[in-house]
T-cell receptor
Framework: SQTIHQWPATLVQPVGSPLSLECTVEGTSNPNLYWYRQAAGRGLQLLFY??????ISSEVPQNLSASRPQDRQFILSSKKLLLSDSGFYLC???????????????FGPGTRLTVT | AQKVTQAQTEISVVEKEDVTLDCVYE???????LFWYKQPPSGELVFLIRRNSFDEQNEISGRYSWNFQKSTSSFNFTITASQVVDSAVYFCALSEAETGGFKTIFGAGTRLFVKA
């Protein structure tokens, strides 16, 4: 069966510090990978998605970046965090069958980031 | 442009009551997909159902049922005989096949409280 891992679970970082959140998927090959941010009490905002190694598409211009160094690894980074980067970050994967639009997504446990 | 509206911000019911969560969507595409996800207090989103635009059959899974009506652009979710464990935030989501198929748009969510 497939599993998705995210770490760390919680993170408190000062403004201006760097960020690295990691997501890995097990039990599937060539998944589509996604990073979302959820502000407190709000819906999900798609940040990045990836259809393959080294292929990253950005949805929202910001000071965050994403990388996919391996097939089942997706990393969210920032060189300098802003207060507005606080939120709940969720990684998700979907199968490539049915195309990007038609596949349901499976989410990781999330990382709660507080920028102070 | 695609849009998902969940007009009910919060719903509170007593255990064993039936409850319907509303979802209205907007899309110009003829091929699209609708989803419902559950986010329990732990934070991890759980996939519940996927529906494509060509399949208007209602679906029932245990205490859960979904009513998809293209005529009113609605995809409502009913929980029968609610239980405390149903307390969560529920998200309706839409993904279009023809335009930016990768992008799943989530509604703002409906927070359901089920009291014992």
């Amino acid at each position: 069966s497939q599993t998705i891992h995210q770490w760390p679970a919680t993170l408190v970082q000062p403004v201006g510090s760097p960020l690295s959140l990691e997501c890995t998927v097990e039990g599937t090959s060539n998944p589509n990978l996604y990073w979302y941010r959820q502000a407190a009490g709000r819906g999900l905002q798609l940040l990045f998605y990836s259809v393959g190694i080294g292929q990253i598409s950005s949805e929202v211009p910001q000071n965050l970046s994403a990388s996919r160094p391996q097939d089942r690894q997706f990393i969210l980074s920032s060189k300098k965090l802003l207060l507005s980067d606080s939120g709940f970050y969720l990684c998700a994967w979907s199968a490539t069958r049915g195309g990007l639009a038609g596949s349901e997504q499976y989410f990781g446990p999330g990382t709660r980031l507080t920028v102070t | 442009a695609q849009k998902v509206t969940q007009a009910q911000t919060e719903i509170s019911v007593v255990e064993k009551e039936d409850v319907t969560l509303d979802c209205v969507y907007e899309t110009r595409d003829t091929t699209y997909y609708l989803f419902w996800y559950k986010q329990p207090p732990s934070g991890e989103l759980v996939f519940l159902i996927r529906r494509n635009s060509f399949d208007e059959q209602n679906e029932i899974s245990g205490r859960y049922s979904w009513n998809f009506q293209k005529s009113t652009s609605s995809f409502n979710f009913t929980i029968t005989a609610s239980q405390v464990v149903d307390s969560a935030v529920y998200f309706c989501a839409l993904s279009e096949a023809e335009t930016g198929g990768f992008k799943t748009i989530f509604g703002a969510g409906t927070r359901l409280f089920v009291k014992a």
